[in-house]
């Protein structure tokens, strides 16, 4: 394991990745990408933002 804690590099994502990726979708790749904040993440993955 490395250090990285394998989780999405997007703010307000609590998704698990794995270790080569960074980001745990496109949405939060494009997210992060244009510095947008999101209060609750919409990657759409279960266990991950409001819904
Ligand atoms: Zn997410
Ligand atoms: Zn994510």
């Known amino acids: 394991m490395a250090d990285d804690d394998n989780r999405c590099g997007h703010d307000g994502c609590s998704c698990a990745v794995t270790g080569d990726q960074e980001y745990c979708s496109d949405h ?3 997210a992060a990408d ?8 919409d990657c759409g993955h279960s266990g991950c933002g409001i819904l």
């Not at 244009?34 to 993440?41: K, Y």
């Open 34 to 41: 244009q510095d947008i904040t999101e209060i609750s993440c």
């Open 28 to 30: 939060c790749r494009n």
